[in-house]
């Protein structure tokens, strides 16, 4: 009898049943595919397969994340859905997608990605959510970032203090330059540490820069694993996978395990800060701004906020500014000065302006208004640079729709920034160079730029814009005040190609710098 059973259980367990089998666990999964993202923008569902989901859908030979899903987007539209691994994702390109996410929908939209790196880097210290960047909106998320943009818009208020410690740096920075003697360099070390030693004096204070070993070091960790386009690119698309992180893949070690150094500097810095902290004293930088509100706090008697201005969060915060801070100003110019070696009539232009406006003397922020093509290019640059061309992802805090589609809570929302930025029916000829797309009829600066998202939009726009737009009109006034830069090699000027990483950077280049009469 038993023998009988075993092989009449044998005898189904044939290849064809198997198959067969296969075939209806298979139905079953597009069945729940279909269900899953219905109502959902369109995207391809027959191609997604179980755990990979529609992996194979992407041009996996593709540089960069944007031209991976080019064929998705001339299928399905600028606004589609896909299945990455375990998540749900919706991609917004088109510009109406993009403003009713961002601005309309901002507080439906205002979520993070969270994703094991993303996860990882994030709630590094203590495991509680505790950065600006990449936390979800809440009580926490709010305090912070009131308590940074706070400080900095004290920080911006005093002119005298910023064009002091913008202005060193610069001055700094010409004279290096000078020693070159017009030979070729390669811009992109001057610029990062130059940047750098502004952001320490914002966030450490006076005296503070990366002459420091230790904060030298954070500038190198920091410029590394921005360098590191390939780690980024490899660990972005394994971060919607989560069994990648049980496998002995190093890029995640590559990608996360420096942010442990950097944690560990701040710590030391934050430690001696708050063991010396007068409260006594003007507030003039990030870091006294956030332990004069920890005092306060605890003065109070006030546990929950209290809770929330733990070192831990400090650390996240400090990190957040330098990290942005310096990252995204640095690259943005780099990229504007790549442009104006490829378009040099507009360095002409320029530099006409600063001659007319500032003469021998040098460039303030009080020439902000009479130096428009100035603002026009760094808007430009920002337009075709796209340094960050995907923006920082945002997931759904609760069910909602985009575009008159459905999005349930907890979709991954990508808002294609460059998409926008390089639209032909928003920009005319848009991936051409042109500041004075951004001037009127009298040269004046037009200040209300549609489909313009450079430093975000709505809940989540970035907190640093002001503070890089100041960092940009200096640096860029007093550079080109002093110097015209020209391709390393007449006829060669830089190739005008992004790599992205964490964020999207020139390719390198190298250029000379021509001491102006």
Known sequence: ????????????????????????????????????????????????????????????????????????????????????????????????????????????????????????????????????????????????????????????????????????QAEALTKYIETLKGKPFDPSESLNRTIADVICGITFGEGYDTTNPNLNRLLKLNVDFVSDHETAQLVKIMDFFPVTQYLPIEAYDRFIQPFYEM????????????????????????????????????????????????????????ENMFFAGYESTSTAMKWAIAMLVNYPIYQEDIQRQLDEVVGDRTPSLNDRPNLPLIHATIIETLRIGNVAPLAAPHSTLNDTTLCGYRVPKGTIVLPNIESVHLDPKCWENPT????????????????????????????????????????????MSWLLQKFTFVAEEDGFPPKLKGLYGFVQFPAPYKIRAIKRK
Request: glycine share 6%; aromatic share 12%; hydrophobic share 40%.
């Open 263 to 318: 944690f560990d500097i701040i710590r030391i810095f934050l430690r001696e800060r708050e063991k010396n902290f007068d409260p006594e004293k003007p507030i003039q930088d990030l870091v006294s701004g956030l332990i004069l509100a920890k005092k306060e706090a605890e003065r109070e008697n006030d546990m929950e906020k209290s809770a929330y201005l733990s070192e831990d969060y400090f650390v996240n915060t400090v």
């Open 432 to 475: 051409e160079f042109n500041p004075y797309r951004h001037l009127d009829d009298k040269g004046n600066l037009i200040t209300s730029q549609g489909n313009y998202f450079p430093f975000g939009a709505g809940r989540r726009f970035c907190a640093g814009e002001p503070l890089a737009k100041v960092e940009l009109f200096l640096f």
């Open 1 to 168: 009898m038993g023998s009988a059973s075993t092989a009449s259980i044998f005898d189904f367990l044939t290849l064809g049943n198997f198959l067969l089998f296969l075939l209806l666990l298979l139905m079953l999964h597009y069945l729940m595919v279909v269900y899953e993202f219905r109502n959902m923008p369109p995207g391809p569902r027959l191609t997604t397969l179980p755990v990979l989901g529609n992996i194979f859908s992407l041009d996996l030979k593709a540089e960069k994340f944007t031209e991976a899903i080019k064929g998705l987007e001339e299928k399905y539209g600028r606004l589609f859905s896909l299945k990455m691994g375990s998540y749900k994702v919706v991609m917004a390109a088109s510009p109406d997608a993009v403003y009713e996410m961002l601005v309309t929908k901002s507080a439906d939209y205002a979520g993070r990605q969270q994703t094991y790196a993303l996860y990882s880097i994030n709630l590094e210290v203590d495991r509680g959510g505790k950065d600006i960047l990449l936390t979800h909106y809440g009580p926490s998320w709010k305090l912070h970032r009131k308590l940074f943009t706070t400080a900095l818009r004290q920080y911006l208020s005093d002119i005298p203090l910023i064009e002091r410690r913008v202005l060193a």
